[in-house]
């Protein structure tokens, strides 16, 4: 694995790999630079040693925060020649100034959507809809066990269903004939936890509203017999 052991300055041009921010450019070094330090870590897949601490300003408008000098020289990055580009003080002050500007966006933002998130838990918790379930703080999957046998029973009472919570946040359902799947699934997909989108600046709660009322469990599988 080949080291970059060049000195580098404020506004060298840096890119990400697959699922990063892009290109970006640094615009500003703490500590003395100390390239000739750095070595293969055991597992080959990085390196260690170095001194300095970057931080990058995206075009995407976004900061990188502050990066070790030898992730920075490291296979998750590509430090670009300046025929590439090449950011002078005054582009670097023009990109950071929008990133900052963006920041504050993503912030209010993030703030708009956390209040929705407790209005709808604080809605769900008095909504007499659903009396029948009980509230709690639970995502190992006990109390969505037990809400969803709740539900199931009172949508289809002529029905016998299995509802198990086999391990820590891991529930099976089983029944036999009718309803069809997909009626059930509308039920059991509420108490999963849902899926992030890590490239999206929205609020985004590990537990949705109802999970957070009612229950949760990473997976929940249908036995259908």
């Known amino acids: 694995m080949t080291i970059n052991r060049e000195t580098l300055s404020t506004g060298t041009l840096v890119r990400t790999g697959p699922g990063g921010s892009g290109r970006g450019y ?19 897949t990085g390196f260690r040693g170095g001194n300095a601490v970057f931080e990058v300003v995206f075009e995407c408008g976004r900061f990188s925060g502050r990066i070790p000098e030898g992730i ?43 209040a929705r998130h407790e209005q709808a838990i604080a809605a769900l918790r008095s909504d007499p809809a659903y009396l029948h379930l009980s509230q709690g703080d ?8 037990k809400n969803i046998r709740a539900e199931l029973k009172q949508t289809y009472p002529k029905t016998k269903f299995s509802v198990r919570k086999i391990a820590y946040g891991v529930i099976v359902v089983r029944w036999r004939t009718t309803p069809a799947k997909e009626a059930i699934e509308a039920i059991l997909s509420r108490y999963r936890l849902p899926c ?25 599988s249908i036995d259908f017999y």
């Open 26 to 44: 640094i615009f500003a070094i703490h500590g003395e630079q100390r390239p000739e330090t750095l070595m293969e870590t055991h597992s080959g």
């Open 138 to 145: 639970d995502s190992t999957g006990t109390l969505a066990a």
């Open 196 to 220: 992030r989108d890590d490239q999206s600046d929205a609020y985004q709660p590990r537990e949705t509203p109802w999970n957070v009322v009612f229950g949760c469990a990473a997976f929940i």
């Open 72 to 114: 920075l020289r490291g296979p998750g990055w590509t430090i670009c020649p300046q025929s590439e580009g090449f950011a002078t003080r005054e582009q670097l002050v023009d990109l950071c100034a929008v990133a900052s500007e963006q920041n504050a966006l993503r912030v209010e933002k993030h703030k708009e959507g956390k």
